[in-house]
């Protein structure tokens, strides 16, 4: 079974094993957004889907720490 495959309480709980303190929560609040708009058929606009997708950026950066990582690609991006 593929992580997208998964409704966001399967994917909680198999997180609540996983996670460290206080990232559970973290991504349970992210996914709450996006459950309003896939599943509740709420339409966003472009600056809220922007912010959403930078939430889960830093969501990654502080669940991974990966933050020169994730600006690394970010520099070679723009240069290329």
């Known amino acids: 079974l593929e992580i997208t495959d998964l409704t966001t309480s399967e994917l909680l709980r198999k997180l609540a094993r996983a996670a460290a303190p206080g990232e559970h929560e973290l991504v349970e609040a992210w996914l709450a957004q996006c459950d309003i708009v ?5 339409r966003t606009s472009a600056a809220e889907a922007k912010r959403t997708l930078d939430d889960a950026r830093a969501l990654v950066v502080t669940t991974t720490g990966v933050a020169g990582a994730a600006g690394a690609a970010g520099a070679a991006k723009e240069a290329a």
Do not use: E, T
Not at 38 to 42: A, D, I, L, P
């Open 38 to 42: 896939k599943y509740g058929g709420v």
